[in-house]
């Protein structure tokens, strides 16, 4: 079925999605996807590097929104932003010690 999208962020008159800027995009969509989680949500959901083109103020409110949604869904994110990871429960990475030896690495936040 076909969606059609209006978004209007604060302070700017209502346009086309390609004026948009890609953090604005971003937020577009990421706004899209847990509407559709009110109205169905999932046990889980993976998120790759969708916060990449957020500044610092729309990452808080990024993770505010899944803050709230993590009460019923489990949520992998792979992500670089630091921010992101600090609202992470576990967080699992890949290091290198050694030249040409990757060792997977995972932490449980208390």
Same mark, same amino acid.
């Given at each position: 079925?076909?969606?059609?999208?209006?978004?209007?962020?604060?302070?700017?008159?209502?346009?086309?999605?390609?004026?948009?800027?890609?953090?604005? @995009?971003?937020?577009?969509?990421? =706004?899209?996807?847990? #509407?559709?989680? +009110?109205?169905?949500?999932?046990?889980?959901?993976? *998120?790759?590097?969708?916060?990449?083109?957020?500044?610092?103020?729309?990452?808080? @409110?990024?993770?505010?929104?899944? =803050?709230?949604?993590? #009460?019923?869904? +489990?949520?992998?994110?792979?992500?670089?932003?630091? *921010?992101?990871?600090?609202?992470?429960?576990?967080?699992?990475?890949?290091?290198?010690?050694?030249?040409?030896?990757?060792?997977?690495?995972?932490?449980?936040?208390?």
């Amino acid at each position: 079925a076909e969606i059609g999208i209006e978004a209007q962020p604060p302070g700017k008159r209502n346009t086309s999605l390609r004026l948009l800027s890609s953090g604005e @995009k971003a937020l577009t969509a990421i =706004s899209l996807l847990f #509407s559709i989680y +009110q109205v169905k949500p999932s046990p889980y959901c993976i *998120l790759d590097e969708v916060d990449a083109p957020l500044d610092d103020v729309n990452i808080r @409110k990024f993770t505010k929104v899944l =803050s709230k949604f993590s #009460s019923e869904t +489990q949520f992998i994110i792979v992500t670089h932003n630091k *921010l992101t990871m600090e609202i992470a429960d576990y967080m699992y990475g890949v290091t290198q010690e050694n030249k040409g030896v990757s060792k997977l690495v995972s932490v449980k936040f208390d």
